[in-house]
T-cell receptor
């Protein structure tokens, strides 16, 4: 079993839809939970991160972590064609270990 | 500030050869990590360097090695290349006391 499980998609939605991207993990030592976005032929870029359980909102993006169920979510409101990319969840423990999910490919159709 | 830069951006090698990839981190960042990204395996951690010392290592064979210089620039080397080494190699740097990283554009390596 992988430490981080993420559905690779692809996920195709119409412009303006609410998108829900999810990961599950098995390592209870994870404390920080990052979401990266990767456009084609580019390196990943940080979208946002949370510490421990709870929600964090940044514009159209909301990250949610439920440590009791080991479940990580990213919600995108009013999705735009420019949001079309691969989204990677990346939990990290208190040391230096970051594990990346497989990434979910998202397509937002105009 | 300039972002993380990686050279070369593209590389074609044949089996058995060796390759060296270079990474310049963001100014002031002392931690540099290397990742291999393939469609089948996703992003896999190779190793991390901090102040010229390898601080963390992933589960890759000894053919994969790296080093970091006093100016924080880093190189990774792959010896005796195999077809399965074809991948996007990403370098990431981070400042101290933050959990996230800043990635470069990657070096796309094709082994024939």
């Amino acid at each position: 079993q992988k430490e981080v499980e993420q559905d690779p998609g692809p996920l195709s939605v119409p412009e303006g839809a609410i998108v829900s991207l999810n990961c599950t993990y098995s390592n209870s030592a994870f404390q920080y939970f990052m979401w990266y976005r990767q456009y084609s032929r580019k390196g990943p870029e940080l979208l946002m991160y949370t510490y421990s359980s709870g929600n964090k909102e940044d514009g159209r993006f909301t990250a949610q972590v439920d440590k009791s169920s080991k479940y990580i979510s990213l919600f995108i409101r009013d999705s735009q064609p420019s949001d079309s990319a691969t989204y990677l969840c990346a939990p990290r423990d208190g040391g230096f270990k970051t594990i990346f999910g497989a990434g979910t490919r998202l397509f937002v159709k105009a | 500030k300039a972002g993380v830069t990686q050279t070369p951006r593209y590389l074609i090698k044949t089996r058995g050869q060796q390759v060296t990839l270079s990474c310049s981190p963001i100014s002031g960042h002392r931690s540099v990590s290397w990742y291999q990204q393939t469609p089948g395996q996703g992003l896999q951690f190779l190793f991390e360097y901090f102040s010229e010392t390898q601080r963390n290592k992933g589960n890759f064979p000894g053919r994969f090695s790296g080093r970091q210089f006093s100016n924080s620039r880093s190189e990774m080397n792959v010896s005796t290349l195999e077809l399965g080494d074809s991948a996007l190699y990403l370098c990431a740097s981070s400042p101290e006391a933050v959990p996230h990283q800043y990635f470069g554009p990657g070096t796309r390596l094709l082994v024939l």
